[in-house]
Nanobody
């Protein structure tokens, strides 16, 4: 079983920065895409950014130019650098990983427990 442990959330003023980290641990064959999602109060969970094992990235339009996703495959860790934060970025941020348990080409989604990011105006 894989565990994703997130860290780095907190309270920051508008215009500030935060860096989220998510480390995968446990028993698995490989991890393909990793990503960050967020869910604001009363809203649906949405994709913020994703990154493949090869380094290909994609971002939500709302964060392009402000957020940067990266990963360290040796450490099975994904990061989200968030700059120029806005109050509308306030949400619980969840780490996600597409995990392969063994060499067979089947993946399952693993989620972290979530970390709160609050941006004050």
């Amino acid at each position: 079983q894989v565990q994703l442990v997130e860290s780095g959330g907190g309270l920051v003023q508008a215009g500030g920065s935060l860096r989220l980290s998510c480390a995968a641990s446990g028993s698995f064959f490989s991890i393909n895409t990793m990503g960050w999602y967020r869910q604001a109060r009363g809203k649906q969970r949405e994709l913020v950014a994703g990154i493949t094992s090869g380094g290909r990235t994609n971002y939500a339009d709302s964060v392009k130019g402000r957020f940067t996703i990266s990963r360290d495959n040796a450490k099975n860790t994904v990061y989200l650098q968030m700059n120029s934060l806005k109050p509308e970025d306030t949400a619980v941020y969840y780490c996600n990983a597409a995990v392969r348990r063994d060499p067979r080409p089947y993946e399952y989604d693993q989620w972290g427990q979530g970390t709160q990011v609050t941006v004050s105006s």
